[in-house]
C-alpha cells in the first residue's frame, strides 16, 4: 500500500484542490451545515425567544439589537428564521422517511411478485396516486385528516412516496434477473436470506440519491401549504407560515416575508446542487 495516499498532508492538499474545484458545493455544504445546527441547538445561535412579542419593537428595520428586523408583533425575525429551520426541515425529513419506508416496502413486494397479483394491485395504487400533482395531491389527502405538523408529514410521506416505489419495483425486477442471484439460488440460499443479503442492497442502491433530489422539493412543498394555513399554526416559527403571517406587511415591513423565503430559497439550491453532484457520482460508478 501506498502511505503517501493516506498522509495528512496529501489528503489536505487534495481536499483543498476538490473545493476550489466546486467552490458552489463549498457554500452549499457550508449553508447547510449551519442549517443542521439550526435545527439540532437553535438557542445556540438565536439571541432572543422567537415567540417572545414586544410591542414597543414592532415592524423595526434591521439593526444591531435586531439582524434581521423584527415582525408585525415585535418578534425577531432572525429568531424566528433559525428555530424555523427545526419546523420546516423535520417536516420534511420525516415526510421523505415515511416516503422511503413505505416506497422500499411496497416496490419490493411487488417486484418479488412480478407480473401477480399483489404486483397489479400496488402498480394500480401507485398510478392512481402519480396522476395528482404532487401539491394537489396534498391538498385533497389533508382536508381528510386535517392540519398541523403530524398529519403534514403524513400526507407529504403518501405523496412522495410513488417516486420510491417505482424505482425500486423496478431495481428489484433487474437484480432477480441477474446472475448472481440465479447462483445463489443453485446454492440453496433460503428465500429470505437471498432477498436480504442479495436483493435488496441492489434494490435501494438509488434510494438515498433519490431522497436527497426529493428533499428541495419536499421543503419547498412544506413551505406552500403551511403558507395555505395547512401545516404548523401561529405561532409557530415555520417558514412558510412566516411568509403568510408577513405578506400583508410587504410595503412596510418586506423583511418578515424576504428572509424565511431566502432561507427556503438558499436551503432548495443547496440540496439540489449537492443531490446532482452525488447523482452524477453514482452515475458515473454504475457506468464503470
Known sequence: MNTALIHPSVFAS?????????????????????????TLWP??????????SDPLAMQQSSSAAHWLGTDHLGRDVLARVIHGARHSLSISLAALAIAVGAGTALGLLAGLSRGRLLDEAVTRFIDVLAAFPLLLLALVLITYTGTGSGNLMLVLG????????RVVRGQTFVVMTSGFVEQARTFGLSPWRLVWRHVLPHAVAQVP?????????????????SFLGMGPQPPAPE???????GRNYLYSAWWISVWPG??????????????????SRFEGRQHT
Open 14 to 38: 487534495r481536499t483543498a484542490a476538490w473545493l476550489r474545484e466546486h467552490p458552489g458545493l463549498l457554500l452549499a455544504g457550508t449553508w447547510l451545515s449551519l442549517l443542521a445546527l439550526a
Open 239 to 245: 417558514w412558510g407560515l412566516m411568509l403568510a403571517e
Open 158 to 165: 403518501l405523496a412522495f412516496t410513488p417516486h420510491f416505489v
Open 262 to 279: 431566502v432561507a427556503i430559497s438558499l436551503t432548495v439550491v443547496s440540496i439540489s446542487a449537492l443531490g446532482r453532484h452525488w447523482q
Open 43 to 52: 438557542g445556540g445561535l438565536a439571541a432572543y425567544d422567537p415567540l417572545a
Open 209 to 225: 440519491v433519490l431522497a436527497t433530489l426529493n428533499l428541495g422539493i419536499a421543503i419547498t412543498a412544506t413551505a406552500g401549504l
